[in-house]
Every structure is written in C-alpha cells, then in structure tokens.
C-alpha cells in the first residue's frame, strides 16, 4: 500500500503501524503519543483504511456484515 502525500511524521507513523499487530496494541500505541501527534495517527489510520477499501472490489456478504456493524 502506497499513501501520495503524507509528511515525514505521518510516514514514520505509518511505517510503525505497519509493524503493529492487532487492534489493541494500536490503540495502547495512540494513548501513548502526545495529542498532537496523535491526531496525526489517526489520520494516518484512516488514510489507510480508505487505501484498503479502494482497493476492495468484491467481498463476501459475510464480511460485508461484519463492517458494516463497524460502520466501515
């Protein structure tokens, strides 16, 4: 996955959360950041998020279910 446009914190953010695994140590990970730097993860995370549904053309009902719930 490739995000055009991002600055130099925002891509060694991206790059960190790449090497996360799992949603909690996301999260663990985002209180531990600063508020500004934080709102920069956030956008980062939902950069990636829209890169990932982009790329999505066809889904199982079931998965379509299940973001739905999440509102995704």
């Not at 130099?8 to 985002?30: E, H, K, P, S, T």
């Not at 950069?47 to 509102?71: H, N, Y």
């Amino acid at each position: 996955m490739q995000i055009e446009g991002l600055s130099q914190r925002q891509r060694a953010i991206a790059d960190r959360l790449w090497m996360i695994n799992g949603r909690d140590q996301v999260d663990l990970f985002l209180k531990s950041l600063e508020k500004a730097i934080r709102r920069d993860a956030e956008v980062v995370i939902e950069m990636m998020i829209a890169s990932v549904m982009d790329d999505v053309t066809e889904i199982e009902p079931e998965v379509k279910d299940l973001l739905d719930r999440f509102g995704l």
